[in-house]
């Protein structure tokens, strides 16, 4: 296979794992104190290192019982030398030599170019290679000066640091056009006021949003830097600790930071004070996150299956919400009014943090209901064969009414294929009732009657049982074992 450099996240994970004597209980402190987001973060990490070959993993109880490091991992570092030597630095090969990280940004937002200057330092390179395009006169005209132009002529890399303000000037946005003309990476890196529906110019939704609160997109920054100034090689310990001093000080930034224009005249208690339902709060938090005026009750509905939000009557939401500004609801769908969508989306990076504590209070995971119910040790034999039909063959989605009828076809090939009797689908009918009372599916497809006729399994179990843990695997094969079929030959 040939070799390929991984991202300094995956490389420190991987050699403080080869370097490790007990790898399987490094991997298990890596998940200590991390939230969702930081966990998705590992597992990801974890997923590339396996398809790679790298390693690989054995999960139990939803956390890994054992490593296994193969040889690509073991011998990884004497590679890395032999491909940086056959990639020497500045092999321009008669092209124009390029090694600026050029940093587009609004004077205002200095102290955000000062942090990733700091971080490029401390990681080794450089503070000479970058330049910060917030020189005195920058923000009052609209004429690129010599300097700035010259710079850009030998980025190897360009930054732009998106805020409120940075859109509002006129010299930005034409340094902005530059930077999408020049034939060289832009990394946009943005303030929590703009998402993707609330960029435009030249630096629009087309590019993908960086955010200094992500260990993912702080390493994907450091990566492509590096590698567009072909940067010497870094420890990963020294490049994870800069990364979190990154994280911390813009942390502690926002907190200090003045709310961007627009925002700052109105509280956010006189903002949401009408808003007094969680049917409203969380359907409010859907629209201004998404920067929609328009939602259907279908798309609602799906998001919150997805996120697994309990308890939210979608019907009373858009009623609410109507009401505000001459809203409409015609076929299942709410028109919020145009100056209260203004109002609100205008200060939504202040309004989202209280209506997502909400959202959060609604949360209810499938994967601990199940859990709970797993390990009381209480699930009917015939449920358990259910499961395992579930874990073998990968199913999301079961059949009601009369797609049950396909439903059990389909477990009767599974126990023909496994040797089984005819149980399971015997008694489909009250395994998949025993799944509906207890909230580990959902209705996803309903009769021209509005009866269901399909339930769905909520992510995080379809998560948890499509990465089945050995405990779990080893009781659904006793349970297999219990209904073979003992043939006559």
Known sequence: MDFRKLPSNSEGLMLKLVCSENPTQ??????NGL???QEQELDGIIRELKELGYIDVKWADNEPYFVILNNSARTYSERLAEYNAHNPINATQGKKVRNTIFISHRSTDKSI????????????????????SSLPGNDINERISDEVRTALKSSAVNIAILSHDYYQSAYCLNEAGV????????????????N????????????????????TDISYIYDTVSEAVSAPHTKASLITYENNKLRTRYAEYLKARELPPGGSDISIADTIAEITTDDERIVLYYILHENVRKVSKSTISSWLNKCEIRDV?????????SSFDNGTVNNDTLEFGIDAFRQYSANAAQILPPLKKCVDQHIELAVNTFKKIWS??????????????????RMRAFGDRWMAEGEIKNIRQWESKNALDSTLSSNYGSCLEFFIQNELVYASSWTSYGNPREYTLFPSLQELLFNCPHKIMEELQ????????DLPF
């Open 376 to 393: 009381d040790d209480t699930l009917d034999i015939n449920i358990r064969l259910f499961i395992a039909y579930i874990v073998e063959e």
């Open 196 to 215: 993707s529906g609330n960029m435009y110019g030249f630096l629009n939704n087309e590019y993908k949003l960086r955010r200094l609160d992500s260990d």
């Open 35 to 37: 939230s969702a987001q």
């Open 26 to 31: 490094v991997l298990r402190e890596q998940y």
């Open 113 to 132: 170019a000062d942090m990733l200057v700091d971080f490029f330092s401390g990681t080794g390179i450089s503070k000479e290679t970058v330049f910060c």
């Open 313 to 321: 009557n979608v019907d009373n939401a858009f009623d609410l919400l």
């Open 478 to 485: 006793k349970v297999k074992d219990a209904y073979h079929l």
């Open 179 to 194: 930077l999408w003309y020049e034939d060289v990476p832009v990394i946009p890196v943005a303030l929590p006021e703009i």
